[in-house]
C-alpha cells in the first residue's frame, strides 16, 4: 500500500463531519473503504498502489448503475436521496481522497455535513465532490469479482470465490491493456503476456525492459540498412518483437506496481527513436543501390512528429474541456440530467476507427510488412498514403469537435511551452492544440526544401532534422508532466528562427553542416535528457 494513504473503515453510523476531520487533520490522501465492500487484493491496489492526482473512485461498468462516467471523470452520482439519470457503473464503495484537492474537499464537504440530504456518509461524500465539479477520477473493475452488500452470508461467498482465484494471473490480466490498438490487444498483446510472465521471474523492472526492447530496435535498424532482402526480412522480424517486448513494460509497471516519471519518458523517447532510425536506415539501405528515398524518409518523420504532438495535444486539451462540469445544489435530489439517445457502436466499427488512427502497432506493421514486400521504396511510397488517409479522416471530427469548443484557451501552459516561438499571450484561438504541430511542420518543410534544392549530405541532413525534431519532442513530454525547458537550454536550442537563420548561414556559405549536426545532437539527445533525468532525481529526493 502506498505510504502516502490513510485508510478509514465506513460504516452506517459515519457522519460525513468525521471524515472531513480525518481528512483535513492528515496530510495524506484518505482512503474511505465501506465496510460492506468485498474487492480483490489486486483491484483495491488501483486505489493504494497506482499514483493518483486526483479523488479517485472504484467503480464497476453496469447499466442503469448509480454512478454516471462521461469520459476520465465521473460526472454522475447518487444517494438514497439523490437521483440519477444515465448512470453507467456502479460505485464499489471505495474512494480515495486526494490532498492535490485539499481545499476544494475540505470546504465542499464541510458545507453539506449538516444537509437534510440522507444516505450513507461515502455516497453522500462523492454526490458532493462530483456536484462541486470537483474532479473525481473514475478506477474501473470490469470483469472482476466484488459485491457491497449488507447481507454477510452473500459477502461470505464472494470472498470464498475470491480466495480460489489465481491472484497472479489476475494480476496479469489486469496489466494486459485492453484499449490499445486493434493489432495491438489481438495479436501484440497475446505474445507480450509471454513476456511479461518471464520478466516477472526474472524480476526484472520496467526500464531494463524498455532498454532490452530499444536495443532490439537499433538491431532492427541497422538490419534495414543492409538494403538486401534477407537482412530486410530480419529487420522486420526484430521490429516487431521489439514493439512486442515495448508492451511489457508498461504490463510489467502496472503488474509491479513500478510507476516513474523517468520510464514514462523513456519508454515514449525510445519509441520515437526506433521510429525514426527505421525511416533513415530503409533510405540509407536503398541509396546502396542509387534509390535516393531521403525526401519521403524526412517527409515521414517530420509527419510522424506532426501527427504525434497533435494528438497528445488534442487529448490533453479535449479533456480539460470535457470535464468542465456545472455546480449543482447539493440538496436537491436531481442532478438534471438528461440521457441523450445514443446509437451504440459495434465492435466492429469501434476497432475500425482505432485502426484508422495508424497507432503505433499497425503503423510497425506496415513498415514490416511492406518492406518484405518491396523493399525501403514501397514501404516509403504506402506509409505517407495511409498517414496522409489517417490524418485526413481523424482531424475532420476534431476540427468539428474544437469548433464547439468557447472562443477561449485552456492549458495554455500545455501548448505555450512547446512553441519554441514567440507567444501571444492574448490570444483566443480554440485551434492552439494545433499550433505546435504546425510550427513544426513549416521548420521540417524548410529543412527539407533544403535538401531538394541543394548538393546537402542527405544522411546529414536527415540526423539534423531529427535531432531538432527530437528536441520538440522532449518540449512535448515535459509540458505534458507540467514542467518547460530550462531558459538556458532553450537559447542553446535557437529557437526556430535561429536554426533556420543559421541553417542558411551554412547553406550560403557553402559549409559542411555536419558540426550542426553534432552540435544539435550533443544538445538535444544527450545534454537536454541528461539535465531531464538529474533534474527528476532531484525533485524525487
Not at 453539506?112 to 450513507?120: D, I, L, M, P, R
Not at 539501405?285 to 542509387?290: C, F, N, Q, T
Not at 474544437?402 to 501548448?415: A, D, E, G, H
Not at 528536441?471 to 536554426?499: C, T, V
Given at each position: ?420 516561438f514567440f507567444k501571444n499571450e492574448n490570444s483566443t484561438n480554440r485551434f492552439d492544440w494545433l499550433e505546435p504541430s504546425i510550427l513544426r511542420a513549416l521548420e521540417g518543410a524548410i529543412f527539407i526544401w533544403a535538401v531538394a534544392a541543394t548538393d546537402l ?85
Amino acid at each position: 500500500m502506498s505510504v502516502n494513504l490513510r485508510t478509514l473503515l465506513v460504516n452506517k453510523s459515519t457522519k460525513i463531519s468525521e471524515i472531513v476531520e480525518i481528512f483535513s487533520e492528515s496530510k495524506t490522501d484518505l482512503l474511505l473503504v465501506d465496510e460492506s465492500a468485498v474487492v480483490t487484493k489486486p483491484h483495491l491496489e488501483l486505489l493504494t498502489d497506482y499514483p493518483r492526482l486526483t479523488t479517485t473512485a472504484l467503480v464497476a461498468p453496469k447499466f442503469l448503475g448509480d454512478v454516471r462516467v462521461t469520459g476520465d471523470r465521473v460526472a454522475g452520482a447518487s444517494s438514497k436521496f439523490h437521483k440519477l439519470e444515465g448512470g453507467n457503473n456502479t460505485f464499489v464503495g471505495i474512494l480515495r481522497l486526494s490532498q492535490n484537492q485539499r481545499e476544494a474537499i475540505i470546504a465542499t464537504l464541510t458545507e453539506v455535513k449538516n444537509s437534510e440530504a440522507y444516505g450513507e456518509a461515502l455516497d453522500l461524500v462523492l454526490v458532493a465532490l462530483v456536484r462541486a465539479a470537483i474532479v473525481v477520477s473514475p478506477a474501473s473493475l470490469t470483469g472482476a469479482l466484488y459485491i457491497r452488500s449488507s447481507d454477510e452470508s452473500a459477502r461470505a461467498k464472494i470472498k470464498e470465490e475470491i480466495n480460489s482465484l489465481n491472484i497472479a494471473r489476475l494480476r496479469l490480466k489486469m496489466a494486459n491493456r485492453a484499449n490499445d490498438g486493434f493489432f495491438s490487444v489481438f495479436v501484440l498483446r497475446k505474445f507480450s503476456k509471454l513476456f511479461t510472465w518471464v520478466a516477472i521471474r526474472l524480476k526484472m523492472t520496467p526500464n531494463q525492459v524498455t532498454l532490452i526492447s530499444f536495443a532490439i530496435g537499433l538491431l532492427s535498424a541497422y538490419a534495414f540498412s543492409r538494403g538486401t532482402f534477407w537482412p530486410i526480412f530480419a529487420g522486420a522480424l526484430l521490429l516487431q518483437l521489439s514493439i512486442i517486448v515495448d508492451c511489457v513494460d508498461g504490463e510489467l509497471a502496472r503488474y509491479t506496481r513500478q510507476f516513474s516519471a523517468l520510464g514514462a519518458w523513456l519508454d515514449a523517447i525510445t519509441d520515437r527513436i526506433k521510429e525514426y532510425l527505421v525511416f533513415f536506415a530503409l533510405a540509407y539501405g536503398a541509396a546502396k543501390s542509387g534509390r535516393d528515398l531521403w525526401i519521403p524518409a524526412m517527409f515521414m518523420m517530420v509527419f510522424q512528429t506532426f501527427r504525434h504532438l497533435s494528438d497528445y495535444n488534442f487529448a490533453r486539451i479535449n479533456k480539460v474541456r470535457s470535464t468542465n462540469l456545472p455546480v449543482i445544489d447539493f440538496n436537491q435530489a436531481s442532478d438534471g440530467f438528461v440521457p441523450v439517445d445514443r446509437v451504440k457502436k459495434s465492435r466492429f466499427e469501434y476497432w475500425a476507427k482505432k485502426a484508422i488512427q495508424f497507432p503505433i502497432g499497425e503503423r510497425w506493421l506496415v513498415i514490416s510488412a511492406s518492406s518484405i514486400i518491396g523493399g525501403a521504396a514501397f514501404t516509403l511510397t504506402i506509409m505517407p498514403i495511409l498517414a496522409l488517409i489517417s490524418i485526413l479522416l481523424v482531424f475532420r471530427s476534431r476540427i468539428r469537435k474544437s469548433r464547439t469548443w468557447p472562443k477561449m484557451r485552456v492549458n495554455k501552459n500545455l501548448i505555450d511551452n512547446q512553441l519554441d516561438f514567440f507567444k501571444n499571450e492574448n490570444s483566443t484561438n480554440r485551434f492552439d492544440w494545433l499550433e505546435p504541430s504546425i510550427l513544426r511542420a513549416l521548420e521540417g518543410a524548410i529543412f527539407i526544401w533544403a535538401v531538394a534544392a541543394t548538393d546537402l549530405s542527405r544522411p546529414a541532413a536527415f540526423l539534423l532534422l531529427f535531432a531538432i525534431l527530437f528536441g520538440h519532442y522532449d518540449n512535448m513530454y515535459r509540458s505534458l508532466q507540467g514542467e518547460h525547458k530550462p531558459r538556458w537550454l532553450a537559447i542553446a536550442g535557437g529557437f526556430i528562427l535561429g536554426r533556420v537563420i543559421l541553417l542558411g548561414i551554412f547553406l550560403a556559405l557553402g559549409w559542411s553542416i555536419i558540426p550542426l549536426v553534432w552540435y544539435f545532437g550533443s544538445l538535444f539527445f544527450v545534454i537536454s535528457s541528461i539535465q531531464w533525468v538529474a533534474g527528476h532525481k532531484v525533485r524525487s529526493k
